[in-house]
């Protein structure tokens, strides 16, 4: 079946712009995790949804950050008033609802903050 | 809080060649342990994962990992190294999700043919 898909693969903003990535999990999946990947570095947890609900966001680094997932299925991030420091590749999980579950990875979303 | 650390940043090693990547844990029990690959421009694949048993684990694409409570370490072995296994390695702990999801920062492996 499909995986998990995340659009756009690549954006380029300028520094101050808003953007938004989406984020498709796997059909069934009620788990959903944003991490951020900064270059050559592992990816570090930003937040987690079970369903609608946001369980925890206590890995958004500041209030520019923002995630939804309003009908349980597709994702948002969006990020407001983008810096450079932003620049990273974002990248969703999707999984059933239990740690030994597999988190399935996307391809992720590069974003470059010029 | 958990916290992972991967003592090789990069290695390389020639096809044929017996591997094994370094992961060592930090966390106050019994932890969730896992091993992602990642290739370039693709997303994290899971190799392999470690709840509880038997601390041998088997993976996929010929990857094992072997969970060592003493040594605080869960090294990923393969023994026979394929050029196709040229990416980036992740080692990973858990508790529970959201913030006690934590990756290490990663192995480059590279593959001399």
């Known amino acids: 079946g499909a995986g998990v898909s995340q659009s756009p693969r690549y954006k380029v903003a300028k520094r101050g712009q808003d953007v938004a990535l989406r984020c498709d999990p796997i059909s069934g999946h009620v788990s959903l995790f944003w991490y951020q990947q900064a270059l050559g570095q592992g990816p570090e947890f930003l937040t987690y949804?079970?369903?609608?609900?946001?369980?925890?966001k206590s890995g958004l680094p500041s209030d520019r950050f923002f995630a939804e997932r309003p009908e349980g299925s597709v994702s948002t991030l969006k990020i407001q008033r983008t810096q450079q420091e932003d620049s990273a590749v974002y990248l969703c999980a999707s999984s059933l609802p239990s740690l030994i579950e597999t988190q399935y990875f996307g391809p992720g979303t590069r974003l470059l903050v010029l | 809080a958990q916290s992972v650390t991967q003592p090789d940043i990069h290695i390389t090693v020639s096809e044929g060649a017996s591997l094994e990547l370094r992961c060592n844990y930090s966390?106050?029990?019994?932890?969730?342990l896992f091993w992602y690959v990642q290739s370039p421009g693709q997303g994290l694949q899971l190799l392999l994962k470690?709840?509880?048993?038997?601390?041998l684990v088997q993976g996929i694409k010929g990857f094992e990992a072997e969970f060592k409570r003493s040594q605080s370490s869960f090294n990923l072995r393969k023994p026979s190294v394929h050029w196709s296994d040229a990416a980036e390695y992740f080692c990973a702990v858990g508790a529970n999700y959201g913030q006690n999801f934590v990756f290490g920062p990663g192995t480059r492996l590279s593959v001399l043919p």
């Open positions: 966390y106050g029990a019994t932890p969730y």
């Open positions: 949804f079970q369903n609608e609900a946001q369980l925890d």
């Open positions: 470690y709840f509880s048993g038997d601390t």
